[in-house]
């Protein structure tokens, strides 16, 4: 049985898959307040 992947999460829950990796990367870190603004979510969803 395959494992489910990014592929298979509802992204409309997310708006995009870049803010799938924006909520993933401050579930698991947290993100100093000096550098939120210039965390390219984009190029993190493309990785």
């Given at each position: 049985?395959?494992?489910?992947?990014?592929?298979?999460?509802?992204l409309?829950?997310?708006?995009?898959?870049?803010?799938?990796?924006?909520?993933?990367?401050?579930k698991?870190?947290?993100?100093?307040?000096?550098?939120?603004?210039?965390?390219?979510?984009?190029?993190?969803a493309?990785?």
């Amino acid at each position: 049985m395959r494992r489910p992947g990014l592929n298979d999460l509802r992204l409309d829950a997310y708006g995009s898959l870049a803010g799938l990796a924006e909520k993933i990367t401050r579930k698991v870190t947290d993100v100093a307040e000096s550098l939120q603004f210039h965390i390219d979510w984009e190029a993190m969803a493309r990785s």
